[in-house]
């Protein structure tokens, strides 16, 4: 079993850059795929961003590419988010989940493991 546990977010204004952090615990974090994905109010939840357990696959959703970067330390038992130029439409609960199977892309289904998420609030 692997806990993931969220944090950094909060309210910001538009243009402003925030780090989400995404800390594991539990079984070993080494050999987990780590993704983000978020849900804004009154929608249904997408894919973000996915890291493969050595970091060298990644891979973002097209409307985020560019302006958020995903990367990980496994020493610290954490996968980041870095969020850039954040915008009043990256207003959602973003989630940090984990993949103990041999391949996770952008699906929900590839993850058996989710945080309980954290909040983040643009304003414009």
């Known amino acids: 079993q692997v806990l993931l546990v969220e944090s950094g977010g909060g309210l910001v204004q538009a243009g402003d850059s925030l780090r989400l952090s995404c800390e594991a615990s539990g079984r070993t974090f080494i050999n987990v795929h780590v993704a983000w994905f978020r849900q804004a109010p009154g929608k249904e939840r997408e894919f973000v961003a996915t890291?493969?357990?050595?970091?060298?696959?990644?891979s973002y959703a097209d409307s985020v590419r560019g302006r958020f970067t995903i990367s990980r330390d496994n020493a610290k038992n954490t996968v980041y988010l870095q969020i850039d130029s954040l915008k009043p439409g990256d207003t959602a609960v973003y989630y940090c989940a984990g993949s103990s199977r041999q391949r996770a892309g952008a699906a929900d289904e590839d993850y058996n493991y989710w945080g309980q998420g954290t909040q983040v609030t643009v304003s414009s």
């Open positions: 890291v493969s357990w050595s970091g060298s696959i990644i």
